[in-house]
């Protein structure tokens, strides 16, 4: 456990070529962390960081489905400390609580010959306290402590999420992505509902379809079906 670092992340990632084997990066404080896109992460005092530094067998863009493994990971341990709590998955890779998000999931890394090096996956939730609102039309911020009155250790969320992770992980080495999509998908936010999908060049409604075996978010439109690799959900 560090006490302090400028990003969980980026801390990973200079230490991913001296580690062997799967590895926790965990620290009480995250003081300039990010999320997709640039964005920065806040990280008030009391909140969850941690980045898990892996080194996958798989090409890139098989590695990257790791994202619904983690926010799954996230989920089980979420719900396993605070039963009943009103989780779902916002995708790409959110995880919300009440309809607020509660945590986000960063992955970055490095490839050489179509081939991994390494994937870093970073996770920040939000257990006490919440970031100021961000941008217009996003989903409000909460916390695990204001929506529930739970207050969890980021130690104890620790010891939890690095189970749940093995098990998902040991899930999706050994039968692929498609349990992994169908758990997610179980779990999901607004699921055969309209939304938006926001891309730089862009933006396209329709309604919430499913994730196809490449975890791209598939939206029935006007014009037709159309799958969307990457964009920002908005409801």
């Given at each position: 456990?560090?006490?302090?670092?400028?990003?969980?992340?980026?801390?990973?990632?200079?230490?991913?070529?001296?580690?062997s084997g799967p590895t926790w990066i965990f620290a009480a404080r995250q003081l300039s962390g990010r999320g997709r896109r640039g964005?920065?992460?806040?990280?008030?005092?009391?909140?969850?960081?941690?980045?898990?530094?892996?080194?996958?067998?798989?090409?890139?863009?098989?590695?990257?489905?790791?994202?619904?493994?983690?926010s799954l990971a996230l989920h089980d341990a979420l719900s396993a400390l605070v039963p009943g709590a009103e989780l779902a998955l916002k995708w790409?890779?959110?995880?919300?609580?009440?309809?607020?998000?509660?945590?986000?999931?960063?992955?970055?890394?490095?490839?050489?010959?179509?081939?991994?090096?390494?994937?870093?996956?970073?996770?920040?939730?939000?257990?006490?306290?919440?970031?100021?609102?961000?941008?217009?039309?996003?989903?409000?911020?909460?916390?695990?402590?204001?929506?529930?009155?739970?207050?969890?250790?980021?130690?104890?969320?620790?010891?939890?999420?690095?189970?749940?992770?093995?098990?998902?992980?040991?899930?999706?080495?050994?039968?692929?992505?498609?349990?992994?999509?169908?758990?997610?998908?179980?779990?999901?936010?607004?699921?055969?509902?309209?939304?938006?999908?926001?891309?730089?060049?862009?933006?396209?409604?329709?309604?919430?379809?499913?994730?196809?075996?490449?975890?791209?978010?598939?939206?029935?439109?006007?014009?037709?079906?159309?799958?969307?690799?990457?964009?920002?959900?908005?409801?």
């Amino acid at each position: 456990m560090l006490a302090q670092v400028d990003s969980t992340n980026a801390e990973a990632m200079r230490q991913a070529g001296g580690l062997s084997g799967p590895t926790w990066i965990f620290a009480a404080r995250q003081l300039s962390g990010r999320g997709r896109r640039g964005r920065a992460w806040r990280d008030p005092a009391g909140n969850f960081a941690a980045s898990l530094v892996l080194r996958p067998a798989e090409p890139p863009g098989q590695a990257a489905l790791r994202s619904f493994a983690a926010s799954l990971a996230l989920h089980d341990a979420l719900s396993a400390l605070v039963p009943g709590a009103e989780l779902a998955l916002k995708w790409p890779n959110d995880v919300l609580l009440s309809g607020g998000k509660l945590a986000g999931i960063l992955l970055e890394g490095s490839s050489a010959g179509g081939r991994m090096m390494h994937l870093v996956i970073g996770i920040g939730v939000n257990l006490t306290g919440v970031p100021e609102p961000g941008e217009a039309g996003a989903l409000p911020a909460v916390s695990l402590l204001s929506e529930t009155g739970a207050r969890i250790a980021p130690e104890v969320l620790l010891d939890h999420l690095a189970a749940c992770y093995a098990a998902r992980e040991a899930e999706f080495q050994a039968e692929g992505f498609a349990p992994i999509r169908a758990a997610w998908l179980a779990r999901a936010a607004r699921l055969g509902q309209e939304v938006t999908a926001r891309t730089m060049r862009g933006e396209t409604s329709g309604r919430f379809e499913t994730v196809d075996a490449g975890g791209n978010l598939v939206l029935s439109t006007a014009d037709g079906r159309r799958a969307i690799p990457a964009a920002d959900v908005y409801f």
